[in-house]
């Protein structure tokens, strides 16, 4: 039986001239390096390449790409240039957590970061054992809406001692590790 991991690592979207694939193999590494590293990815850093591929490799990949069209023969495999990027951090049955989302700024504003949101959405309905799925933004005016519309997530909000408590520890890769807040800033 095929497992709930290889299922979902093996799937496919098309739009006209887009693709949306979650074969992490398809990721170029370096310049996934160098979006962590631009100021549009305010909310991590890039790390070494071995250890980006390896971050990969252990989450869900959703790569957003343009198809162009093949050159010579009708077998050629088309040149993908990669667009964007969103990434489940899941144990494939029970938990999710959305992180990573980021679209070509050039290409935003086309509904392709919508797309690949619904894509994101229609795996995790796939998954009847999923408990939660998770995000964090810091952005309140257009993630917070974007994520309620499209994944119908919810604001958790909480007051000591009632509902759910988020809890968070900051680790090295932080933007703000060993600062006071919450926020990315």
């Known amino acids: ?28 590494i370096a310049k996934l390096i160098d979006i962590f590293n631009s100021e549009g990815f305010y909310w991590s850093k890039a790390l070494p390449a071995p250890a980006m591929q390896e971050m990969l490799d252990n989450s869900l990949c959703f790569g957003l790409y343009e198809q162009a069209e093949p050159i010579g023969p009708s077998n050629a495999t088309p040149e993908l240039k990669f667009l964007g990027i969103a990434r489940l951090v899941t144990d494939y049955i029970t938990f999710a957590y959305l992180t990573d989302v980021w679209v070509e700024p050039s290409c935003q504003g086309n509904g392709l970061g919508s797309w690949m949101v619904r894509c994101i959405d229609e795996v995790l309905e796939t998954m009847p054992h999923l408990r939660r799925c998770l995000l964090f933004t810091g952005d309140w005016q257009r993630s917070v809406p974007f994520y309620d519309k499209l994944l119908r997530a919810k604001l958790v909000e909480t007051r000591k001692g009632e509902g759910l408590a988020i809890m968070e520890r900051k680790g090295r890769g932080h933007p703000t590790f060993n600062k006071e807040g919450t926020g990315y800033n």
Do not use: F
């Open 1 to 28: 039986m095929e497992s709930a991991k290889t299922k979902l690592q093996g799937r496919e979207w098309r739009k006209d001239q887009y693709l949306i694939s979650t074969d992490s193999s398809l990721v170029p």
